[in-house]
């Protein structure tokens, strides 16, 4: 049966305003080591302690003074700010609500902010994107874009400063390239350029076993396996416009996706990593990293870690020894976890991804819909069934018969009997595309 597209997007919509935190019929998944009344409160202290580490004469954040601009100057109010802003996406705090009295003074800051660095540029980007889209937020993402247009290396690499002075790591170019995307995701057309730049630069500097580190002579780091993944997935997004009938095969992505699964240890992680991991996550849809549930590990060693006394995250050294900074970061990663999921992808063997991205732009087209922000994940047959209960629906694109197993199929009428809808689309015509309808 072909579905129309307006048909689709209605379901869609109808899904989404009835979402429940797994299909209504549900069986009970196994408890995990924390409960989702554990992450709301720690999000909720930890809203409560940013709030309360303003200055008490300008309330913002800045350690640093206005007279005397170092290159990170504004990076810690922008990047309060956006975790404030993306946690009061899906929260009834209206602290957390764009131009209430408590964010005032910081977003007023945020717009004049003129930035001397790459980390304080991207942060600013990260956080005006999430305004509504009135004039002087245009204005200032505009500006701020064009200064990292500018500061671009030839080399599609960015260093601390917006001067073009040789030096570059993938930290600095994380930040820049990540806030150009959300320059992107405002409206601002980026030169086509930038994007084939930054797009060859994470690929050119790959490790052989798969990843990033700070540099090309550090090994391996999930904070910059993180970092990789998420701006080849962005670059990539602008630069490659085919349309596939079967996945390209990436083998760096591949063997990045693999480094993460080796690297990724929340236990001694700083949360400047976890950001990274999330943002990762967020951009591939991935909810497993091989088999490990990266956010569910994640969430529960930041309520651990949570100080108890007032709400904040300990810093480490990628944090500047910054209580703010370090909460900002827990707070980004968590607030993940409270956007509802709206759809499953199901990985399998065979062409189950030709379009990596497709499910990102549908949900998001719901999520413009209702003013509300959406997840999407990846889910493989390799984990329980219960493990995709966190959405309503599942989704089956390839252009060949799947060839499920007997196993394969009792998970998916599992699933159905749990509740959960099935969508499966073939993406392509013909013998094979009837095969897959089959």
Same mark, same amino acid.
């Given at each position: 049966?072909?579905?129309?597209?307006?048909?689709?997007?209605?379901?869609?919509?109808?899904?989404?305003?009835?979402?429940?935190?797994?299909?209504?019929?549900?069986?009970?998944?196994?408890?995990?080591?924390?409960?989702?009344?554990?992450? @709301?409160?720690?999000?909720?202290?930890?809203?409560?302690?940013?709030?309360?580490?303003?200055?008490?004469?300008?309330?913002?954040?800045?350690?640093?003074?206005?007279?005397?601009?170092?290159?990170?100057?504004?990076?810690?109010?922008?990047?309060? =700010?956006?975790? $404030?802003?993306?946690?009061?996406?899906?929260?009834?705090?209206?602290?957390?609500? *764009?131009?209430?009295?408590?964010?005032?003074?910081?977003?007023?800051?945020? =717009?004049?902010?003129?930035?001397?660095?790459?980390?304080? #540029?991207?942060? !600013?980007?990260?956080?005006?994107?999430?305004?509504?889209?009135?004039?002087?937020?245009?204005? &200032?993402?505009?500006?701020?874009?064009?200064?990292?247009?500018?500061?671009?290396?030839?080399?599609?690499?960015? /260093?601390?400063? =917006?001067?073009?002075?040789?030096?570059?790591?993938?930290?600095? @170019?994380?930040?820049?390239?990540?806030?150009?995307?959300?320059?992107?995701?405002?409206?601002? *057309?980026? +030169?086509?350029?930038?994007?084939?730049?930054?797009? =060859?630069?994470?690929? @050119?500097?790959?490790?052989?076993? /798969?990843?990033?580190?700070?540099?090309?002579?550090?090994?391996?780091?999930?904070?910059?396996?993180?970092?990789?993944?998420?701006?080849?997935?962005?670059?990539?997004?602008?630069?490659?416009?085919?349309?596939?009938?079967?996945?390209?095969?990436?083998?760096?992505?591949?063997?990045?996706?693999?480094?993460?699964?080796?690297?990724?240890?929340?236990?001694?992680?700083?949360?400047? #990593?976890?950001? #990274?991991?999330?943002?990762?996550?967020?951009?591939?849809?991935?909810?497993?990293?091989?088999?490990?549930?990266?956010?569910?590990?994640?969430?529960?060693?930041?309520?651990?870690?949570? %100080? *108890?006394?007032?709400?904040?995250?300990?810093?480490?050294?990628?944090?500047?020894?910054?209580?703010?900074?370090?909460?900002?970061?827990?707070?980004?990663?968590?607030?993940?976890?409270? %956007?509802?999921?709206?759809?499953?992808?199901?990985?399998?063997?065979?062409?189950?991804? *030709?379009?990596?991205?497709?499910?990102?732009? $549908?949900?998001?087209?719901? /999520?413009? !819909?209702?003013?509300? +922000?959406?997840?999407?994940?990846?889910?493989?047959?390799?984990?329980?069934?219960?493990?995709?209960?966190?959405?309503?629906?599942?989704?089956?694109?390839?252009?060949?018969?799947?060839?499920?197993?007997?196993? !394969?199929?009792?998970?998916?009428?599992?699933?159905?009997?749990?509740? /959960?809808?099935?969508?499966?689309? &073939?993406?392509?015509?013909?013998?094979?595309?009837?095969?897959?309808?089959?």
């Amino acid at each position: 049966m072909h579905i129309r597209h307006n048909s689709w997007l209605a379901l869609l919509l109808t899904t989404a305003t009835t979402l429940l935190p797994r299909p209504a019929h549900a069986q009970e998944a196994p408890p995990p080591p924390h409960t989702d009344t554990q992450v @709301t409160a720690a999000i909720s202290r930890g809203v409560d302690f940013l709030l309360a580490a303003r200055d008490p004469k300008t309330k913002c954040w800045e350690k640093t003074f206005p007279d005397r601009p170092d290159q990170h100057y504004g990076g810690e109010t922008s990047l309060a =700010l956006f975790a $404030l802003l993306h946690v009061g996406q899906n929260s009834t705090d209206r602290r957390l609500k *764009p131009f209430s009295d408590d964010l005032q003074e910081p977003i007023a800051f945020v =717009l004049k902010l003129q930035p001397n660095g790459t980390y304080a #540029a991207g942060l !600013q980007l990260s956080a005006l994107q999430l305004l509504p889209p009135k004039p002087e937020v245009i204005k &200032a993402i505009e500006r701020t874009s064009a200064l990292l247009v500018k500061a671009q290396q030839k080399s599609g690499a960015h /260093g601390y400063t =917006l001067a073009i002075d040789g030096w570059h790591d993938n930290s600095n @170019t994380q930040y820049a390239h990540l806030g150009m995307w959300s320059a992107l995701e405002a409206g601002i *057309p980026i +030169p086509a350029d930038y994007w084939k730049k930054a797009e =060859l630069y994470w690929r @050119t500097a790959a490790l052989p076993d /798969g990843g990033w580190g700070y540099t090309a002579d550090k090994p391996a780091k999930s904070a910059f396996i993180g970092a990789g993944i998420s701006c080849i997935l962005v670059s990539n997004e602008q630069n490659d416009h085919t349309v596939r009938l079967k996945p390209k095969p990436d083998e760096i992505l591949d063997k990045a996706f693999a480094a993460l699964a080796r690297n990724y240890a929340p236990l001694s992680d700083d949360v400047y #990593a976890l950001y #990274a991991v999330e943002r990762a996550g967020l951009l591939s849809g991935r909810k497993f990293f091989d088999r490990t549930n990266w956010f569910l590990e994640g969430a529960t060693q930041l309520v651990k870690a949570q %100080n *108890p006394n007032n709400g904040s995250w300990a810093p480490t050294a990628n944090e500047s020894k910054n209580d703010s900074v370090s909460t900002a970061f827990a707070l980004l990663f968590l607030a993940r976890g409270r %956007n509802p999921v709206l759809f499953n992808k199901l990985q399998y063997d065979g062409n189950w991804n *030709p379009r990596i991205r497709d499910l990102a732009f $549908l949900t998001e087209q719901v /999520g413009r !819909q209702l003013e509300r +922000p959406f997840n999407w994940q990846v889910v493989p047959f390799t984990v329980d069934t219960d493990e995709w209960l966190d959405a309503p629906a599942l989704f089956i694109t390839g252009t060949t018969d799947p060839k499920f197993t007997p196993r !394969q199929i009792d998970q998916l009428r599992t699933y159905l009997g749990a509740g /959960g809808m099935i969508f499966s689309v &073939a993406t392509g015509s013909g013998k094979d595309s009837q095969d897959f309808n089959d």
